[in-house]
Structures are given as structure tokens and as C-alpha cells.
């Protein structure tokens, strides 16, 4: 089982390094992008409970989640600058994930690794 403490962190960077942390231990990269995230999970197989669940819900939310955005479209290359203002646009109309929602897409995208919210 492996245990995401949502008291650890309260943004996406504190995110990446709670999961480097749990599951880079003995690597030289860290985790730094949802690609990248995505990619870790790619043969484990495990429980992860996420502890503060909730905490995790609201800061990852929808303020950070604009701001996630924002940040992209204001660097340009090498990000498709439309599809994230479309993606920025449906969270506005109340239609997109927050960075939560997309984590935990993720998480539940990979079918040996079983989600815990607590």
C-alpha cells in the first residue's frame, strides 16, 4: 500500500514531490508534469490511500487549476496554447476537471492500482 498524504502539500509542486518521493526514491528525475506522472504508474500495482483526500480537493482545485492554465498559455511553445484555452474555457463554464479531478483520472486510469480517497 502506499500512502499520498494530502497534509504534505497544498499545490501541484508539492504534489510531484510527494509522488517522487513514494515512487523515485532511487531514481535521478523527479516527477514534474502529468505526463510524467502517468508514466510512473505504468506497471505498479498497489493501493494508494490518499489521506486528506479533501484538502487535496480544495487546493488543487479550481483557482489553481485557472492558474495551471493561465501559466501555460502565457508561455506559448511548446504548449498547444488552444486546446489549453478551450480546457480553461470549459473550467470557467464549470464544464472541466481541476487538477484533482485529472490526478485522480489518472490514478484510476491505471487498472492495477486501486484509489482510496480518505
Known amino acids: 500500500m502506499t500512502v499520498i498524504n ?3 502539500f497544498s499545490d501541484l509542486e508539492g504534489f510531484y514531490q510527494e509522488i517522487s ?3 523515485m526514491k532511487d531514481e535521478d528525475w523527479k516527477v514534474g ?5 502517468d508514466d510512473i504508474l505504468y506497471g505498479v500495482e498497489t493501493d494508494i490511500v490518499w489521506k ?3 484538502k487535496s480537493k480544495e487546493d488543487l482545485g479550481f483557482d489553481l487549476t485557472k492558474e495551471f492554465y493561465e501559466n501555460k498559455i502565457r508561455q506559448g511553445k511548446p504548449f498547444n496554447v488552444q486546446l489549453i484555452q478551450q480546457k480553461l474555457d ?3 463554464a ?3 476537471q481541476t487538477l484533482f479531478e485529472i490526478l485522480i483520472e489518472i490514478i484510476e486510469s491505471h487498472k492495477n492500482i486501486t484509489l482510496i480517497l480518505d
Open 6 to 8: 494530502g497534509g504534505h
Open 94 to 96: 464549470g464544464k472541466g
Open 90 to 92: 470549459e473550467l470557467i
Open 21 to 23: 518521493q513514494l515512487f
Open 33 to 37: 508534469t502529468l505526463d510524467g506522472f
Open 52 to 54: 486528506d483526500s479533501q
